[in-house]
């Protein structure tokens, strides 16, 4: 369950799904009590919060138009929350903790209300005091990745979610941090793996670096999926592949002869 509301002169998101999230970060994290006592006394709170619209932000906007938006949002309740890992930050004396959010639903907000790109978050603890530099509490300062085993769940959803709006840098981020985990492990992808890969394949084939696309297709293509052969099809027809480097990988089966079977395979499998 979540609730958009207004705390401490902001916009932010509260209710047992983001307990639920901190709370399993916190778990895997496991910060001493103090750091975990000083979020509590600054919220005069034990339940736990993601901001959406900071205070400096909420005095340049109309309050009844972000006050009907809230509303509108709490009626719908057809918003997600994803939680990349847990990050880490510091500067001079303080120091942070934090789950970093992907969350489409509340970037769209923001972007309706004329307001920059934000990093969303839930802070879990601080030291001598909290760290507000915008930009910090991204993805670059996590420390701790959400497992495979949870990627593999989740990151579907996602592609579903921002289908057609891979701009997101967070989402991107967290697609080629999966991409490059999954082909480290060098595990025979499940059946469910390489239906992520194929759906990354064909719904970011613009996003994805070529370098990235290379790896998805060998690696695939070792483990005997038709996918990673298409992969490797399409870098030959772009020329970041070249044709005589496909063909010494192939087994014989499919060595292709010459250009027009080269042609014919590729229209088959693309």
């Known amino acids: 369950m979540l609730k958009v509301c207004f705390h401490r002169d902001s916009l932010s998101v509260k209710g047992s799904s983001i307990n639920e999230i901190a709370l399993k970060w916190i778990s895997i994290l496991n910060p001493s009590k103090e750091l975990l006592q000083s979020r509590v006394d600054r919220d005069n709170s034990e339940n736990f919060h993601m901001t959406v619209i900071t205070s400096s932000e909420m005095k340049g906007l109309e309050k009844t138009k972000v006050d009907l938006m809230r509303i509108n949002l709490n009626e719908c309740n057809d918003f997600h ?22 969350s489409n639903k509340f970037k769209k907000v923001r972007e309706e209300l004329g307001l920059p790109w934000k990093n969303f978050h839930i802070t879990l603890a601080f030291s001598n005091g ?31 979610e921002y289908r057609g709006n891979y701009h997101d840098n967070d989402v991107l981020t967290l697609v080629l941090h999966f991409i490059e985990e999954q082909v480290r492990s060098d595990s025979p992808p499940s059946s469910t793996i390489i239906e992520i890969f194929r759906s990354i394949f064909l719904n970011m084939l613009s996003f994805l670096p070529n370098h990235v696309k290379e790896m998805m297709g060998h690696y695939l293509f070792q483990h005997g999926s038709v996918i990673g052969l298409r992969i490797l099809l399409y870098l030959c027809t772009i020329n970041y592949i070249h044709q005589d480097q496909l063909h010494s990988s192939l087994p014989k089966q499919l060595h292709i002869q010459n250009k027009e079977n080269f042609q014919k395979l590729q229209t088959h499998l693309i």
């Open 81 to 102: 929350l994803w939680d990349a890992g847990v990050g880490h930050v510091r500067k001079d004396l303080c120091e942070a903790w934090f789950v970093v959010i992907i």
């Open 130 to 160: 909290d760290v507000h530099d915008e930009g910090e509490k991204s993805m670059k300062s996590i420390i701790e990745w959400n497992p495979l085993s949870n990627l593999i769940v989740i990151l579907p959803r996602i592609i579903e």
